[in-house]
């Protein structure tokens, strides 16, 4: 994963005062997967998630859409408007993969005007050009090697 691809504590809801404001006086949007409550702001982006036992008794079920939702907030963060987002999973989002947990985050953030939309058709994610597109655009540290060099030598 890229360097700039962080999810810092700063990019995170933490106080409950936080996700009351998200849910009082934030805009309210819907998708089929999840819902999402939206509070405009000047500050950078910033998560809140709320995965109930209502969408899967399972823990690890609610980890898994956890995990996909923060790994593609990760993503879109830099692009994203400033303000808080809270995503409220649905019973669906259990059943969901999470590349369609992430196709639906993004569509949903776009959708609301808070991504702005695609021009021009970039690499799926997981190609080797996107990952390359990414660390070329990260401020990553020139002294350090992006990869471990094997030498040639070393065949045994």
Do not use: E
Request: one cysteine or more; hydrophobic letters at 45%; charged letters at 20%.
């Amino acid at each position: 994963m890229p360097t700039c691809a962080r999810f810092p504590r700063s990019a995170r809801l933490t106080a409950a005062s936080d996700y009351d404001a998200a849910f009082k006086s934030g805009q309210r949007h819907h998708d089929p997967l999840f819902g999402l409550h939206w509070r405009r702001g000047d500050a950078a982006a910033r998560l809140g998630l709320a995965v109930s036992r209502k969408v899967d008794r399972r823990a690890v079920v609610r980890n898994r859409i956890k995990r996909a939702l923060r790994q593609q907030f990760r993503l879109l963060r830099a692009d994203l408007a400033g303000g808080d987002y809270v995503f409220v999973a649905r019973a669906a989002a259990a059943q969901a993969s999470p590349a369609a947990l992430a196709a639906a985050m993004q569509a949903l953030l776009q959708r609301v005007g808070a991504l702005p939309r695609q021009s021009t058709p970039a690499a799926s994610p997981g190609t080797m050009r996107s990952a390359a597109n990414a660390a070329a655009t990260c401020n990553s540290n020139p002294d350090v090697p992006t990869h471990d060099p094997m030498p040639a030598s070393d065949a045994g």
